[in-house]
């Protein structure tokens, strides 16, 4: 059974950084992509950024891009966040994700991700 566990969520102050881990088992991702998506209240749920498992191409949203940084540790079958410079718009429930199949690229879209996990709270406040 595939699961996808994320931690490193919290409340911070603006300005202020976080890491968030994204550890998977299950079974083997070193081929795949994995990302990060958020959902803020009221709001659909967003790219954030994704990477290739298997060429370590990234890619951030634009809202993001100078701030976060996605990378990964394939020996431990984990993706991380660095988000730095946190503005209270970054609050928002933050979901991992995985896909299947092999990915060569960074997708974007949440329709590709095969497999979700339950999200951590991040809190931004001013």
């Known amino acids: 059974q595939v699961q996808l566990v994320e931690s490193g969520g919290g409340s911070v102050q603006a300005g202020d950084s976080l890491r968030l881990s994204c550890a998977a088992s299950?079974?083997?991702?070193?081929?795949?992509?994995m990302g990060w998506f958020r959902q803020a209240p009221g709001k659909d749920r967003e790219f954030v950024a994704s990477?290739?498992?298997?060429?370590?191409?990234?890619g951030h949203a634009d809202s993001v891009k100078g701030r976060f940084t996605i990378s990964r540790d394939n020996a431990k079958n984990t993706v991380y966040l660095q988000m730095n410079s946190l503005k209270p718009e970054d609050t928002a429930v933050y979901y991992c994700?995985?896909?299947?199949?092999?990915?060569?690229?960074?997708?974007?879209?949440?329709?590709?991700?095969?497999?979700w996990g339950q999200g951590t709270q991040v809190t931004v406040s001013s």
């Open positions: 994700a995985a896909t299947g199949g092999t990915k060569y690229f960074a997708p974007r879209s949440s329709s590709v991700f095969d497999y």
């Open positions: 299950g079974r083997t991702f070193s081929s795949s992509a």
């Open positions: 990477i290739s498992l298997n060429t370590g191409i990234t």
